[in-house]
């Protein structure tokens, strides 16, 4: 989404440690957010803010810190692993 709407002009990958939102030592390390973190871009002269929150149940409060303030939320599931207990609390 950043890169197509032109707010980055690379692509990142995780496997790389590149990612826009991942940007602490220990996210990089880990290939996995532990913290979360704001990016935005412009999409049909609108400002997006996306919450990057971290992905496993034991960041409970990260997640729900972020819900709080967001108008939306997306959930992304593996297809490899499917819907697991961490997923369903989300």
């Given at each position: 989404m950043l890169f ?67 108008d939306a939320a ?17």
């Amino acid at each position: 989404m950043l890169f197509n709407t032109g707010a980055i002009n690379r692509l990142d990958r995780v496997e790389d440690g590149t990612t826009t939102s991942d940007y602490e030592a220990a996210e990089i390390k880990r290939h996995s957010s532990i913290q979360t973190s704001v990016v935005s871009c412009i999409w049909n002269n609108i400002k997006v803010n996306l919450l990057d929150t971290p992905g496993y149940a034991d960041f409970i409060g990260e997640i729900n810190s972020a819900i709080l303030v967001a108008d939306a939320a997306l959930v992304l599931v593996t297809a490899q692993s499917g819907v697991n207990v961490g997923a369903r609390r989300m």
